[in-house]
């Protein structure tokens, strides 16, 4: 198999696509997990797909996910396999992921006869627009699952390490997009209107103060602003201004402090400048929630297979993971692979690793079913 899994991995790496638009990597999934005999389910999902192994004996369903989309980014690895669409990359991983899902499936096949009961391998689409969870979600193909497992690659961890975090690990995330409405005029005659410019500026400014002085030290928190535009030339004040950012925390309490305090920093800043600000939210997703039983299994698993697992730090990074785990006992891995921070174009996982990632999430799925029949 491990000459088998660099071919796929290598392949994947080859062919990023973005999210919602994983069409060929969704017909490379597919022809791989029929040829090898395992059913594809209908769940009416454009990109991204849900196969099923069903175990030789009766029991509960549990499924193991992987995420397939890429990323807008520029590929700068020299790597023989490397990214053969300009501007687009498997920047975040995705493609060992998915290599090692396909790996776990080949094991858990040669071993289906003896499986008390059934695997779903969910191929999700769309994880980096924080959407394709939750449309896998709706199609109600996970209705019968006891458990959901997932793992990504985590530069931060030395290579192969098991990281494992009871509760949070990957933070609750909100994409905001801020407009300021001013009155454009004369750059010499400032005051016959409202300048958005300087109501963005002080926006900025005012919105740092958020996390520092009024969310709880003791809860972690982040607010960035990361894009802003306003003007077009050097004379002129202009009518609007647009801002955007993203917020990261781990619990309700914080999220509501972050909410009400932004909102009303709009309005003191609006009010302050003669201009009109709305704060839109674009984007939301839960954070992470591992189920500490899951995690106790996993620590077993890793122990079971001979390989190193640690209770690691959350960090403040999204997972859409999150969506399943809403309804479903769930664990999300973190997986060493020390190297290039996530997104960055020089990012590259270790093919070297797929095979342990492999026995890993397959691990998991048998040593689950094999607890419940217990
Ligand atoms: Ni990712």
Redesign the pocket.
């Known amino acids: 198999m491990p000459q088998e899994n660099l071919e796929w991995y290598q392949w994947l790496h080859r062919h990023p696509e973005l999210s919602w638009q994983e069409r060929e990597t969704t017909v490379y999934l597919r022809g791989l997990l029929e040829q090898w005999g395992i059913p594809v389910l209908d769940t009416g999902l454009d990109t991204g797909l849900c196969a099923v192994i069903e175990g030789g004996l009766p029991g509960p369903t549990v499924a193991l996910r992987a995420?397939i989309d890429a990323l807008p980014v520029t590929e700068e690895t020299a790597l023989p396999w490397a990214s053969e669409t300009p501007g687009k990359m498997h920047a975040?991983?995705?493609d060992f992921h998915m290599a090692a899902l396909l790996g776990a499936a080949r094991l858990l096949q040669q071993q289906a006869a003896s499986l008390p009961g059934r695997v779903k391998l969910v191929f999700q689409p769309a994880?980096e627009s924080s959407q394709g969870a939750a449309r896998v979600m709706e199609t109600g193909v996970l209705e019968d699952v006891g458990a959901i497992f997932g793992l990504?690659v985590m530069p931060t961890l030395p290579k192969g390490l098991v990281g494992l975090t009871e509760g949070g690990n990957f933070a609750a995330i909100g994409r905001f997009a801020i407009r300021v409405k001013g009155k454009g005029c004369h750059a010499a005659q400032p005051h016959q209107g409202a300048d958005p410019i300087l109501a963005a500026a002080q926006l900025v400014q005012a919105l740092q103060g958020v996390v520092s002085r009024n969310v709880d030290p003791m809860r972690p928190a982040v607010l960035s602003v990361t894009h802003m535009e306003a003007g077009s030339t050097w004379n002129v004040v202009p009518p609007e201004a647009f801002l955007e950012g993203t917020i990261r925390c781990f619990d309700e309490i914080t999220q509501t402090v972050l909410d009400s305090r932004m909102e009303q920093i709009c309005q003191g800043v609006a009010a302050a400048t003669g201009t009109e600000i709305t704060l839109e939210w674009t984007a939301r997703h839960p954070g992470t929630d591992n189920s500490p039983a899951l995690v106790a299994l996993a620590e077993s698993t890793a122990r079971r297979l001979g390989m190193e697992s640690a209770r690691v730090l959350p960090t403040m990074l999204g997972e859409d993971f999150a969506f399943y785990q809403k309804k479903i006992p769930g664990l999300f891995i973190t997986y060493g692979m020390e190297g290039a921070p996530?997104h960055h174009p020089s990012f590259a996982a270790d093919p070297d690793y797929l095979d342990q990632a492999s026995r890993l999430l397959a691990g998991l799925a048998v040593d689950w079913l094999e607890g419940q029949a217990k």
Do not use: Q, V
């Open positions: 995420d975040c991983g995705h994880e990504h996530l």
